[in-house]
């Protein structure tokens, strides 16, 4: 009788802890491999490879504003990555473009992109910081 009860005791604890997720485990590794295949990590040369491919790109600098206006990508568009959640979807109206994200060592962009990605954008590429970029950059 008193194993019966701490096994009923058990249960009923189980599901109260449990019933506070509205999500379950597969569920939450689903949404984990959609963000995951929104948002990838590609190389410099990559990133420099599809900017001269495709003419629809965004290049998105998720710096600050000094750090722009030192220097940046031609044609890249300022956003402060801690600023995404707030303005992204006026500055970036289609969720399905290709996004190239960097910062300026590569930490900004990640934290970037993960944003991006929670807010529905699909198609997004992290290719770290303007310091490994050894390409031309310009200034305003």
């Known amino acids: 009788m ?3 009860s701490m096994l009923l005791i058990s249960v009923l604890t189980m599901f109260l802890f449990t019933g506070c997720n509205t999500s379950t485990p597969a569920q939450e590794a689903s949404n984990e491999i959609r963000q995951a295949a929104r948002y990838q990590t590609i190389t410099a040369s990559k990133a420099q490879e599809i900017i001269s491919a495709q003419n ?3 290049i998105l600098d998720v710096r600050t504003e ?3 206006q030192t220097s940046h ?3 890249a568009i300022l ?3 801690d600023e995404i959640s707030k303005k992204a979807e006026a500055t970036l109206t289609n969720k399905d473009a290709t996004i190239l994200v960097y910062c300026r060592s590569g930490n900004r962009s990640a934290i970037a992109a993960k944003e991006l990605a929670s807010l529905g954008y699909t198609n997004i590429l992290d ?3 303007i310091n490994d970029w050894p390409y031309e950059v310009t200034t305003n």
């Open 2 to 4: 008193k194993l019966r």
């Open 66 to 68: 000094e750090e722009y």
């Open 79 to 81: 956003l402060p990555y």
């Open 73 to 75: 990508i031609a044609n």
């Open 127 to 129: 290719f770290g910081g």
């Open 56 to 58: 629809d790109v965004v």
